[in-house]
T-cell receptor
Framework: QQPVQSPQAVILREGEDAVINCSSS?????VHWYRQKHGEAPVFLMI?????EQKGHDKISASFNEKKQQSSLYLTASQLSYSGTYFC??????????FGKGTLLTVNP | DTGVSQDPRHKITKRGQNVTFRCDPI?????LYWYRQTLGQGPEFLTY????????KSRLLSDRFSAERPKGSFSTLEIQHTEQGDSAMYLC?????????????FGEGSRLTVL
């Protein structure tokens, strides 16, 4: 089952913050986050495995709620290079990774 | 480490023709995935291999699609009797198969256009 992302699109000015949400009707084994820039392949950002986990590097971080049904990706002090489509991915207990429909993030100067 | 490579990068074919895509994963990665992506959508799972074994195939895949990974190295994805609805980007990804990392390394993709 495909995880549901919101919002579908967001437009920011450089330096602003954004939150992208991901939800599932069932507990996820793990949640992954990927970013895809226009015309390029998706690139892995991070994986969260445990309920209640928070993880991040630089100004991009993510959380996974206790029930493992919701995850959020936090982008702070956005940079132009953050522009792209962000995908939440259901990690799957059987190694089958199911991508959400994506959230298009546009950062303007 | 040269990354995941896919060939061809672009393929234009006429409806009804057969096409084959090749994927060379990162060496020593034992998991290999095929995804299909259309404009504005997320990658859609097609199938995946652990070494040479095909462990799961999407129910969305018709019998016209077949994938192989002989000897657990490169993989091929063949589409027989192509239809216009098959037009998409076909992405290959590999993974070292360690549960904790979970990272998929994607190739640049093979874009198929069916006329």
């Amino acid at each position: 089952q495909q995880p549901v992302q919101s919002p579908q699109a967001v437009i920011l000015r450089e330096g602003e913050d954004a939150v992208i949400n991901c939800s599932s009707s069932k507990a996820l084994y793990s949640v992954h986050w990927y970013r895809q820039k226009h015309g390029e392949a998706p690139v892995f950002l991070m994986i969260l495995l445990k309920g209640g986990e928070q993880k991040g590097h630089d100004k991009i971080s993510a959380s996974f709620n206790e029930k493992k049904q919701q995850s959020s990706l936090y982008l702070t002090a956005s940079q132009l290079s953050y522009s792209g489509t962000y995908f939440c991915v259901d990690g799957g207990s059987n190694y089958k990774l199911t991508f959400g429909k994506g959230t298009l993030l546009t950062v303007n100067p | 480490d040269t990354g995941v490579s896919q060939d061809p990068r672009h393929k234009i074919t006429k409806r009804g023709q057969n096409v084959t895509f090749r994927c060379d994963p990162i060496s020593e990665h034992n998991r290999l995935y095929w995804y299909r992506q259309t404009l504005g959508q997320g990658p859609e799972f097609l199938t995946y291999f652990q070494n040479e074994a095909q462990l799961e195939k999407s129910r969305l895949l018709s019998d016209r699609f077949s994938a192989e990974r002989p000897k657990g190295s490169f993989s091929t994805l063949e589409i027989q009797h192509t239809e216009q609805g098959d037009s998409a980007m076909y992405l290959c990804a590999s993974s070292p198969g360690k549960r904790g990392t979970g990272e998929l390394f994607f190739g640049e993709g093979s874009r198929l256009t069916v006329l």
